[in-house]
């Protein structure tokens, strides 16, 4: 029997649906939260800070999941980190309905404010309908427009490394940003651009970078160009259509791949990746893309054998000091992006790309041989899936912690792939789906906070899942 082809696109896609609701919520109702895991032998210690679903701020965990300090007023986009010398970095607030903070700032521990910068660009307030029928909101104020990353001079991936602590005192800071644009060869919708920009210690633009003027390096297809000019998502809301949605930018840093050479991989250049398009890429300074992978990895036999990259977070390239030091890391969602080929499932040639599993990847940026992955196949792939958010931290004992981020799942592994710390996020949205998800997650060493003792260490051994029950 011939089926209509309404029929099987419909059918196509109630399937796609179907596995894509069970690897979300294909874990347990109940389950504890906090530090799970505690192997203090093999993990690394130090401090963790996580950002809160219910945007309530930043929380400074020790190894136990004791909240040493927790900052309410820093509820804006993450990621939050400290610095050396018990310093907090993040941003104040949330400015809805946009996907986008107004202050950034760094604090002491004493929560008085060091630096902040929120002077990028005008902006209006959200126009919020009071109950008894007024409105408040609609004014005109000035904002950072960050969105998702940000860098601070003498750190170039934001995380802790050996001799390279971010400037508490000067400096510049790097921003991803928004701006919005219309890019008539790009799409007849208003675009929510991604514009990154260097700012110096004074709150001034030294650098900029608008990735719609470089398209054309992004290598699209027609059928791409075709799909992101004609379906390209359109927020109402937000007047715009978030068409790339670059989720990180980091500093290449020193590195040995310049130092053998190789220009394209400059320490001042930065590794930036495209959530929608499932591109990685390196901007020289220049403004040029001088390094690049997807949006498709088969165009290549080295990029076929390392596997399409899908809805990726936060690649860098992992700092001197560390092990693997050189290697490309990256959290690969997998879940759904990519612009191109309608189908029927996808008819109108968005989010062509889908897989139910993350992978963790470590790989060789030069050659693109995988160095080491973390992942599951078969049946047990739904075991580690993230659609979205999440990030991962190469720690200096060779350790990897992993922020499976959808979940709440923060866990430390050794190179043998045995997790040996595990903390699972309490703090919880009210929604009617409540939600856990941490954005990122970083760990610093005791000794950046000089202003508290290091905590006891204590080992936490879970308990045997096939006797543990709920006391009645």
């Known amino acids: 029997m011939k089926v209509p082809v309404r029929s099987a696109m419909m059918i196509a896609t109630a399937i796609l649906l179907l596995a894509y609701v069970r690897g979300v919520f294909a874990i347990p109702s109940v389950f504890p939260t906090g530090t799970t895991i505690f192997d203090p032998e093999k993990a690394w210690g130090g401090y963790t800070i996580i950002d809160t679903a219910d945007r309530e701020g930043a929380v400074l965990l020790d190894m136990n999941g004791n909240v040493v300090r927790r900052w309410p007023q820093l509820a804006g986009m993450g990621p939050f980190r400290m610095m050396p010398g018990g310093y907090v970095f993040g941003a104040d607030t949330f400015r809805r309905p946009y996907q986008e903070s107004v202050t950034l700032m760094q604090l002491d521990w004493d929560n008085e404010k060091v630096w902040e910068f929120n002077r990028l660009e005008q902006v209006k307030t959200e126009v919020v309908e009071n109950d008894d029928g007024t409105t408040t909101g609609g004014e005109t104020i000035w904002a950072a427009r960050h969105h998702h990353d940000w860098q601070r001079e003498g750190n170039p991936v934001g995380y802790y490394a050996p001799g390279a602590a971010p400037r508490t005192d000067g400096g510049k800071t790097m921003i991803l940003a928004h701006k919005n644009v219309t890019v008539p060869e790009i799409s007849d919708k208003r675009l929510e651009d991604d514009y990154i920009v260097e700012i110096n210690w004074q709150g001034e633009v030294v650098w900029e970078w608008l990735a719609s003027d470089h398209v054309d390096e992004l290598g699209f297809t027609e059928e791409a160009r075709n799909a992101i000019y004609r379906s390209v998502p359109y927020r109402e809301d937000r007047e715009s259509a978030d068409w790339l949605h670059i989720n990180s930018a980091t500093y290449l840093g020193p590195n040995k791949w310049y130092d053998e050479g190789d220009e394209r991989f400059h320490p001042d250049h930065i590794m930036i990746s495209s959530r929608e398009a499932n591109i990685i890429a390196i901007i020289a300074r220049d403004g040029s893309i001088a390094w690049r992978l997807g949006p498709d990895y088969t165009v290549t036999p080295e990029g076929a054998e390392l596997g399409q990259?899908?809805?990726?977070?936060?690649?860098?390239?992992?700092?001197?000091?560390?092990?693997g030091a050189g290697n490309l890391l990256v959290f690969d969602n997998g879940g759904y992006g990519g612009y191109?080929?309608?189908?029927?499932?996808?008819?109108?040639?968005?989010?062509?790309m889908t897989r139910d599993n993350s992978r963790l990847l470590e790989f060789n940026p030069v050659t693109l041989e995988v160095v080491w992955e973390y992942s599951f196949s078969g049946t047990e792939r739904f075991n580690f899936y993230s659609a979205y958010v999440s990030n991962a931290q190469r720690l200096p004992n060779g350790n990897t912690m992993v922020n499976e981020g959808m979940h709440g799942r923060v866990f430390e592994l050794t190179e043998d792939k045995e997790i040996v710390w595990e903390y699972v996020s309490p703090y919880y949205t009210d929604d009617d789906v409540p939600s856990h998800r941490v954005y990122r997650a970083y760990r610093v060493p005791y000794d950046w906070i000089p202003?508290?003792?290091?905590?006891?260490?204590?080992?936490?051994?879970p308990p045997n899942n096939s006797n543990f029950r709920v006391p009645k």
């Open 340 to 352: 191109g080929w309608a189908n029927p499932a996808n008819p109108d040639g968005i989010t062509t």
């Open 309 to 323: 990259v899908i809805g990726q977070h936060n690649p860098h390239i992992i700092p001197e000091g560390l092990p």
């Open 451 to 461: 202003q508290i003792d290091p905590p006891e260490e204590t080992a936490v051994v």
